[in-house]
């Protein structure tokens, strides 16, 4: 069975709930014992943040503290879940080249951003609805963000607004934009960020008004709980009652992924935005050059993390035509399928500027709160100064496309 393969079993094993390698192991541990007393032991449970060893682990103590339709919404993809699953799997197809005779002794992994100087080249993507993960939601999100000095993007369907989650940050965010079909309605959530300070708008047009989240659907099978309690304002209605649309007129809102964005859309979005305006979503060269031909200042190479289509093509993968279509002429950020440092330094040397995370963040604010968002951002960090070092780039500016092969191993 190739590696690929037992990767996407293990997955639907998870997501089915059948928890087959934690027993296998633990048989495994029991029969070790018995053949010497001086055998390995079960480690003992996890009960803090500080406790877990890789971003992974959380995954699996965020199923235990979730009910199963939530677990389900966050790890959920679209269709068969192949292209999650594929997210991730790619970035093992590439291989660092280590190279030595360099003095690493101090590492610098701050990067200027937009004009503003991140000491990490990490951020929190946008997740919605995080009150469902955790009762903090958001806020919890934005304080482990400020403790870590690091950028946060907030989704227009998150839990609490803008306010609140800046003033929890102590800095601004980027807004995440979900234009709706309402151009009065996309205005005001646009004005309402700018007020806050949001530094930067992100259109994400990727999402169509339908997709088929099939682990989503059976999870809600199996959860016969009333569980609008910790949703946005107590509904699953997440277009009329998210914090951010409050004030505003959504009676003729119907979606908040309209099918027709356009060239002249992004004009006219481009000429409404007056701070930095990125574009998410995008996995093309043809696209990536479209957006900055109509003035974007910068474009996220992101699939919504597999959920919305089931097209088997990971970021990392697209990562490189589209910078080569941009060509320097705004940044490059890319999320989608981040698990470890090694990931992070390997979308900076296809050509990234940035790295975001979208689930990792997630079942760190199930399973801790705060503390479990921090530990995914420290471990991550820590994991990228450790590769920095071994491969002998003492900055980020030093990471470059020699600094990758593709692997030759499946």
Known sequence: MNRSRLQRLTRRAVLGGLVILPVVAARSLADAAQVSRAGPRLPPPVTTADQVVNVMEFEALARAALPPAHFGYIATGADDDLTVVRNHDAFSHYEIRARRFVDVSRLDASRSVLGATWPTPIYLS??????????????????????????????????????????????????????????????????????????????????????NNETLTRAMKADSRICTACHINNSHDRIHKAPMFDGLDVSRVTTHAPPNITPAFLDQLRALVSVKLLVKGIVTGEDAALAVAHGVDGVIVSNHGGRNEETLRATIDCLPEVVAAVDGRVPVLLDGGVRRGTDVFKALALGATAVGIGRPQVWGLAAFGQPGVEAVIDILNRELLQIMRQAGTPTLASISREHVVASTWR
């Open 126 to 211: 946008a997740v919605s609805s995080q009150r469902a993960f955790h009762p903090d939601g958001e806020l919890g999100t934005a304080r482990a963000a400020r403790t870590r000095s690091m950028l946060m993007m907030l989704s227009t369907v998150a839990s609490t607004a803008v306010e609140p989650v800046t003033e929890a940050r102590g800095a601004p965010v980027w807004q995440q934009l979900y234009p709706t079909d309402d151009w009065a309605v996309t205005e005001g959530l646009v004005r309402r960020a700018e007020r806050a300070g949001s530094p930067a708008i992100v259109l994400t047009v990727d999402t169509m008004p339908s997709r």
